[in-house]
């Protein structure tokens, strides 16, 4: 049986899905965290505890050091040799437990019994430094490093190292880590489904700690059995996810700076309601930090529609652009009306060029698919579910440093005499 696990490796938490057969189960954290909401139990934080000892675990004791930034200081030192050993150590834990969670799966874990398993494994990686190589190469080495250290009851730093050196290319996967782009992930049910069309498009991930735009092109293969091309034009990841906006909210009024960033994001009166703020204050604290949403996926998408670059002239800009607004914000109301403002914004752009189109506007699809409609929880599940799927067939990435200025045929006039002769 072939059993893929997709690790949704974010900056603030961390999703996990994994597909057994015909199987889909997301992996649920409770017993880690002790937050078993709806919400809450399907992510875990992405710090790991080192202990005075030197071993990694999720439990704090005294005297132990708690370590975060785990994602983005590999790809800040990408082209390093050095081991990150704190996130290859939660790599490590997230899939050790992953793991021992589906065996204990009453429905699925029976079915495991007695079988020979093919794993695989997809890691999720943001869209702007997938482009890079070296990040992918890190993304992946970090990936089955972890995979192999999954098995150890401890893990101690000489340990982690040691295996971060040796690098042995038998982890006991049937194929390599594969390293796909997160909006790749989030968009594979739709890519797979009947409804997917080509051209021109954009996503939106709203996450806890960042916001990842990007636009791109789907092509679609003649043949049946090819996987669809995806060029991407432009992409930007900013801090500006969910905990920001708490950060945000909470210094500019003064308030003590703690929040739980799993929990849903209140609008401006409901949190003014609730820490004596009056609802106004809390506004205008939040249009300043709007003005940085908008101006992010303002520059991303005109950018697609005035550089040669991009796409220039997509029929998107005369009859709308599909977007996809996803990740665990893309509920709060704060990013909803950003978006409002985006979309109102371009329509002005759009139509001062000569002869150009009125009819722009965003087309929001949805990118859940089958059973995952089932599962997902507020868009927090979708790169983990998509990371289910097999990494050769869900799309081929194109990077934006690949992509010739699109030029687009005109159609040859035909003679009147050669149509129907004298």
């Not at 199987?23 to 649920?28: K, Q």
């Not at 495991?112 to 890190?138: F, Q």
């Not at 990936?143 to 982890?171: G, P, Y």
């Amino acid at each position: 049986m072939t059993v893929r696990v997709g690790v949704d490796f974010g900056t603030a938490f961390t999703k996990v899905a994994i597909r057994a057969g015909a199987d889909l189960v997301p992996v649920e954290w409770s017993e880690v965290t002790g937050d078993d909401s709806e919400t809450g139990r399907y992510i875990v934080p992405g710090f790991v505890v080192r202990s005075p000892d030197g071993e990694y675990c999720w439990q704090r004791i005294k005297g132990s050091d708690i370590q975060g930034n785990l994602k983005l200081s590999v790809i800040e030192k990408a082209e390093s040799d050095e081991c990150p050993i704190s996130t290859v150590a939660y790599l490590a834990l997230v899939i050790r437990y992953a793991r021992a969670f589906l065996y204990r799966n009453t429905e699925v874990g029976r079915k495991l019994a007695g079988r020979s398993l093919r794993w695989e494994l997809n890691i999720g990686c943001p869209t702007e430094p997938h482009e890079k190589p070296e990040v992918v190469d890190m993304f992946r080495r970090i990936a089955r490093t972890a995979w192999r250290l999954a098995t150890r009851i401890n893990l101690q730093e000489s340990d982690i190292k040691a295996a971060w050196v040796a690098d042995e290319s038998d982890t006991g996967l049937e194929t390599e880590p594969g390293v796909v782009p997160e909006f790749v992930a989030h968009i594979a049910g739709y890519l797979a489904s009947p409804q997917v069309k080509e051209g021109l498009h954009a996503l939106i991930d709203i996450g806890a700690a960042t916001l990842d735009v990007a636009t791109f092109n789907v092509v679609l293969q003649n043949e049946q059995t090819s996987p669809p091309r995806i060029p991407i034009f432009f992409s930007a990841v900013r801090p500006l996810g969910t905990h920001y906006l708490h950060y945000n909210r909470h210094s500019k009024l003064d308030l003590e700076l703690s929040w739980n960033d799993a929990a849903p994001v209140e609008s401006a009166g409901e949190f003014g309601e609730r820490n004596g703020k009056a609802s106004e204050d809390v506004i205008a604290v939040d249009g300043e930090f709007a003005e940085q949403i908008e101006r992010c996926v303002t520059g991303v998408i005109d950018g697609t529609r005035i550089n040669s670059r991009g796409d220039p002239r997509s029929r998107a800009w005369r009859e709308g652009l599909p977007i996809f607004v996803t990740g665990g914000g893309s509920s709060c109301d704060l990013y909803r009306q950003a978006m409002v403002a985006v979309e109102a914004e371009l329509k002005l752009r759009v139509e001062k060029r000569s002869g150009s189109s009125r009819h722009f506007r965003f087309i929001e699809l949805s990118p859940t698919f089958g059973s995952a409609r089932r599962i997902d929880t507020g868009g927090r599940l979708t790169v983990a579910l998509g990371l289910t799927e097999d990494a050769e067939n869900i799309a081929r990435v194109v990077p934006h440093r690949d992509i010739g200025p699109i030029t687009y045929g005109t159609k040859a006039s035909v003679d009147h005499s050669d149509l129907y002769g004298d």
